[in-house]
């Protein structure tokens, strides 16, 4: 297995915007989903997984449990069986080279293998996060676009107003 870099999921705004309480009960749940990552929804049951010597009010665990998901962290489903995680947004894993091989060519297609930021025709393209991934951006199309080498080599992490105030500055 390839060595993985782990990334501090608490400087992700999704967390941040969390209550402490929230926040807690996240990192609990974490610590007891099963191995498909998952765990009962009940909140009853999760107050005695997660705080089992603590008598916290069934309202609460419901407050926290709707923040949770208001900050898309967890998927609570509406059938009230089973919470999953949002790996996505917590633990920030690229994804794996055989799917993003698919996810770029559907971006240059998209893009008709045009630079979307100085509108080079083909040569030598790459997929650019428009808001970097290292600032909390995904992997999704809607934050995806062409980009020739110089201009992403250019941008690097730069969020995309900085990068076009930058080249306009040229």
């Not at 489903?77 to 060519?105: E, Y």
């Not at 062409?146 to 992403?152: E, F, L, V």
């Not at 730069?158 to 076009?164: A, G, K, P, Q, R």
Request: hydrophobic letters at 30%.
């Amino acid at each position: 297995m390839p060595n993985r870099i782990l990334r501090d999921w608490t400087d992700i705004e999704n967390v941040n915007n969390l209550s402490a309480e929230a926040e807690v009960l996240l990192v609990r749940i974490l610590m007891k989903l099963d191995v498909k990552g998952k765990l009962i929804s009940n909140p009853r049951v999760i107050r005695a997984y997660c705080f089992p010597l603590k008598k916290i009010p069934e309202n609460k665990i419901t407050k926290w449990i709707q923040e949770l998901t208001d900050n898309d962290l967890i998927h609570y489903n509406s059938d009230g069986k089973t919470i999953s995680i949002n790996r996505t947004n917590i633990f920030r894993q690229r994804l794996c080279s055989s799917k993003w091989r698919i996810i770029v060519k559907q971006v240059f297609e998209r893009d008709n293998y045009t630079c979307s930021y100085c509108g080079q025709y083909g040569g030598k393209l790459e997929c650019d996060h428009i808001i970097p991934f290292s600032k909390g951006g995904t992997d999704e199309l809607e934050n995806l676009t062409t980009a020739c080498k110089s201009c992403n080599q250019t941008k690097k992490d730069m969020y995309l107003e900085d990068f076009l105030k930058l080249k306009s500055t040229k």
